[in-house]
Structures are given as C-alpha cells and as structure tokens.
T-cell receptor
Framework: AQSVTQLGSHVSVSEGALVLLRCNYS??????LFWYVQYPNQGLQLLLK??????LVKGINGFEAEFKKSETSFHLTKPSAHMSDAAEYFC??????????FGAGTTVTVRA | DGGITQSPKYLFRKEGQNVTLSCEQN?????MYWYRQDPGQGLRLIYY???????QKGDIAEGYSVSREKKESFPLTVTSAQKNPTAFYLC?????????????FGSGTRLTVV
C-alpha cells in the first residue's frame, strides 16, 4: 500500500533561513507525489507535484521539491523563509486513480 | 473560475440534530471526497464518490451519510449518531482519470456542537 511519512510535526525557522520539510514515501509502484499548504481556517492548496517528468519540481511561492528514488524521499525546500510561509504543509501520494494518501502534516512557524 | 464551494463556512449544531454540509464543484471532476480535520490528526477520509450514484465509506464513516445524485454536488450529513462532530470539514474533488491528478479543495466548513 502507498503511504507517506512526514518527519517532524512542527518546524520553526527564522525569516530568511532555509525551510526544509521532510517526506518519505512507500510505494510498490512508481509514485505520484504532492505537497499541499494550508493556511488557518482554509482549504488545502497545491504547492507542487511530481509525476515522473523531472526529479526537481518547482512550485508556487518559491518552493521546490526533489524526488530521490534511492532514499524514497520527496523533501520540500524554500531557500529563504518569509513570514507568509507560516502554515501547515501536507505531503501526499497517489494511491490509485481516485485516492490520495496524506501525511500527518508539518506546521511551520517563522520567527522575525 | 472553476472551483469547489463549501457552505456554510461556520455551522453550529445542537445535540441530537442532523446537519448537512454543502459541497458543489464546477470543475467537471468525477471523484469527490469528504475529509475531517482535527488538530494534530491530519486529514481523515469520511466518504468518497468516484461516479454519480455511487459512493464508498472511508476510514471514519460512522455517524455520517452522503449522496451523489449529481456530478457537481456531494453533500455530507452529520447525524446525531456522530458523538464528537466538532471539527473542520473539507470537501475535495479530483479528475479521476489518472494517478497524476491532485485534489482541488474547498475552503472548508467549521462545525461546532453547542
């Protein structure tokens, strides 16, 4: 069965510092992977997705993620954190044509 | 613009009442989903529907019911049998034509029992 594990339920970074959110997946077939962001009291918004075209995927708001098959990872990064990046982030893997499986989420706090 | 509309944004329920949360999409997506979100617990799947007039239970379906009479609409009823309904409810849709399609989410309904 396909699943994802997000390492760290909470990450705190200084404004301007690197943001690194970790996601590891398990899948018996080549996976399709996604990162979503959720701001308080809002729905989830797609940041980026990996669909096997390129291992380095660029998304919105300056985020990118790298698919590493050897490490079964799909970590999300942003070189310089902004206060507006404070949110909850979810990694997800496509289970089949109809369902995604979500990680437990990582809350990002940005310190001024 | 295409998207998913959830209403109401806030909903208050008295003990023993049934309430219905609305979810409408104009994306022409086949599949629709209902998730429940509680602090620290991520997203838990309640029900999902792949096509009109068909739906399946998710991981926490007890105390909930759904219908899918139209492609655009997937309402969720929280029944009195749901003992702890206070949560944030999210509706989502997906094209349903391949594993590369992600979900599009609505903005959510916050349900509170009073």
């Amino acid at each position: 069965a396909q699943s994802v594990t997000q390492l760290g339920s909470h990450v705190s970074v200084s404004e301007g510092a690197l943001v690194l959110l970790r996601c590891n997946y398990s899948s018996s077939v080549p996976p399709y992977l996604f990162w979503y962001v959720q701001y308080p009291n809002q729905g989830l918004q797609l940041l980026l997705k990996y669909t096997s075209a390129a291992t380095l995927v660029k998304g919105i708001n300056g985020f990118e993620a790298e698919f590493k098959k050897s490490e079964t990872s799909f970590h999300l990064t942003k070189p310089s954190a902004h206060m507006s990046d404070a949110a909850e982030y979810f990694c997800a893997v496509s289970v089949n044509d109809y369902k995604l499986s979500f990680g437990a989420g990582t809350t990002v706090t940005v310190r001024a | 613009d295409g998207g998913i509309t959830q209403s109401p944004k806030y909903l208050f329920r008295k003990e023993g009442q049934n309430v219905t949360l609305s979810c409408e999409q104009n994306l022409n997506h086949d599949a629709m989903y209902w998730y429940r979100q509680d602090p620290g617990q991520g997203l838990r799947l309640i029900y999902y529907s792949q096509i009109v007039n068909d739906f399946q239970k998710g991981d926490i379906a007890e105390g909930y019911s759904v219908s899918r009479e139209k492609k655009e609409s997937f309402p969720l009823t929280v029944t009195s049998a749901q003992k702890n309904p206070t949560a944030f409810y999210l509706c989502a849709s997906r094209p349903g034509t391949g594993k590369s399609g992600g979900y599009t989410f609505g903005s959510g309904t916050r349900l509170t029992v009073v």
